[in-house]
Structure formats: structure tokens, C-alpha cells
């Protein structure tokens, strides 16, 4: 069974990269609609100074100064030189599809994980809720083994066994986990 993740989140650790969000659709088409839908309420804002498609990704420049931006970008400047330079932001929205096939006898949840810094999938599967436990705790013990570290790693496996969404930022390990949502009335990812 495949499923489409969309993700809306703010490019690296901005703020605001705690509120990364992300949406689960049955297919590609509704994912692209509701992409299309938020991209279409930015085209209206003022701040919205560019919009970039590149594949499964759409990125969104905001600035509160949008002048500044016409003037300077892209004649004598780069993008990416002027968001960093000026209060600027950079929201991006990703599709990522999800084939949940070879989880189809299983009644124990899936993860998608996300890399806040560099925007993209974490990993490159969606682990069970153990394994998801097991190697954000070897990753952090690696990291950051402060007090500050272990309340997040506490926190964090708290959200994984009880809510939808968890988050961890330790240091320069920043990542959300969001619970890939089963096929209505059923207790596995089977269709």
C-alpha cells in the first residue's frame, strides 16, 4: 500500500523548525493538491519573494522585506547569500512516497523521519516504534549525553509511545518522527 507524506517545514533551523508539520494522503494527486493549495495562498502575500520547484520539493523565500529582495537578488547577489544575510525565511514543502507493502502483517506503527537541518528524510526506511526508540537513544548517547540531552531522549520516546508526532533537538541532532497513519479500521497497513 503506498501513501504520500507531505511535508511542511522551514528550511534548516530557522524559526519556527520546531513546527514542521506533516500530512498523509492515499494518493499522489491529493498530496500535489494540497501542496498547490498552500503555494497559491503564499503567491498572495506580500512577503512571498520566490517560489522554487525542483522535483518532489517546492521552497518558499518569505521576507519582510520584499523590495530589497527584487532589488538585489539575483543581479549582484545569490539566494541563498541574501536569505542568510537578511531577515528572510525559506519554507519548503516535500512529497515523499511511502510503500508500506512489506509492513502489511504488521500491527505495530511505523515512523517517518525527518532531518530538520538538512531537510530531507532522516533515514531511508520507516522504522517500528523499537527500533525508532533504539537508534534516536544510540544517536544521542553518542552526541550529548548532558542532562539537557537525556529530558529530550525522555521526551521524545514519551511522544513515540504516545502521540503522532515527536520531536528531538539535541544540539546538532535535530529530528521529527511522524506515526504513519494505518488504512481506516484496520489495525496494519494492509489496504
Not at 7 to 21: C, M, Q
Amino acid at each position: 500500500m503506498k501513501q504520500y507524506a507531505v511535508i511542511h517545514a522551514v528550511a534548516g533551523l530557522f524559526e519556527g523548525y520546531s513546527d514542521t508539520t506533516c500530512e498523509f494522503f492515499p494518493n499522489r494527486g491529493f498530496a500535489d493538491k494540497h501542496i498547490k493549495q498552500h503555494v497559491d495562498t503564499y503567491r498572495e502575500d506580500e512577503m512571498c519573494v520566490r517560489i522554487e520547484h525542483d522535483g518532489d520539493s517546492t521552497y518558499v523565500t518569505l521576507s519582510p522585506d520584499a523590495d530589497d529582495y527584487k532589488v538585489c537578488v539575483p543581479e549582484d547577489m545569490d539566494h541563498d547569500d541574501w536569505v542568510s544575510e537578511n531577515d528572510a525565511s525559506v519554507e519548503v514543502f516535500r512529497v515523499i512516497e511511502l510503500d508500506m507493502s512489506n509492513r502489511s502483517g504488521s500491527t505495530e506503527s511505523c515512523w517517518l523521519t525527518w532531518d530538520q537541518q538538512d531537510t530531507c528524510p532522516a533515514w531511508d526506511y520507516q522504522p517500528l516504534c523499537m527500533s525508532l526508540v533504539a537508534r534516536v537513544s544510540s544517536d544521542v548517547m553518542d552526541n550529548d549525553q548532558s542532562v539537557h540531552g537525556l529530558e529530550q531522549l525522555t521526551d521524545f520516546i514519551s511522544s513515540v509511545y504516545y502521540g503522532s508526532h515527536a520531536f528531538i533537538d539535541c544540539d546538532d541532532y535535530v529530528m521529527h518522527a511522524f506515526r504513519i497513519p494505518k488504512p481506516k479500521n484496520s489495525d496494519s497497513y494492509d489496504s
